[in-house]
């Protein structure tokens, strides 16, 4: 089992910046595969980032590339999620997740990640 709690989040001004961290559990973080989704007011989760094991191989949703960047610390089993030029349409629940590939993997498939955080939220305000 891995646990994984986002810390982060909070209300920040359009443009603005901001860092999320997941922090997790167990002893084999460095093989897991991390990403990050949202669910904003009214609508589905969606994919944010993503992040491999390994060779840290990383995959963005296009709403977000060239503004978020995806990182981790295997020594600190923690992910990141650094937030630049934010929008008042990045406004959203932020949920953690991961999985442990049989092979080094990233992708957006959220039923293919099998643990999740229970979020911290972020509001952009215009």
């Known amino acids: 089992q891995v646990q994984l709690v986002e810390s982060g989040g909070g209300l920040v001004q359009a443009g603005g910046s901001l860092r999320l961290s997941c922090a997790a559990s167990g002893r084999t973080f460095s093989r897991y595969t991390m990403g990050w989704f949202r669910r904003a007011p009214g609508k589905e989760r969606e994919f944010v980032a993503a992040?491999?094991?390994?060779?840290?191989?990383?995959y963005y949703a296009d709403s977000v590339k060239g503004r978020f960047t995806i990182s981790r610390d295997n020594g600190k089993n923690t992910v990141y999620l650094q937030m630049n030029s934010l929008k008042p349409e990045d406004t959203a629940l932020y949920y953690c997740a991961a999985y442990q590939p049989l092979f080094t993997s990233v992708t957006m498939t959220e039923s293919r990640y099998d643990y999740w955080g229970q979020g911290t939220q972020v509001t952009v305000s215009s």
């Open positions: 992040m491999s094991g390994g060779l840290g191989n990383t």
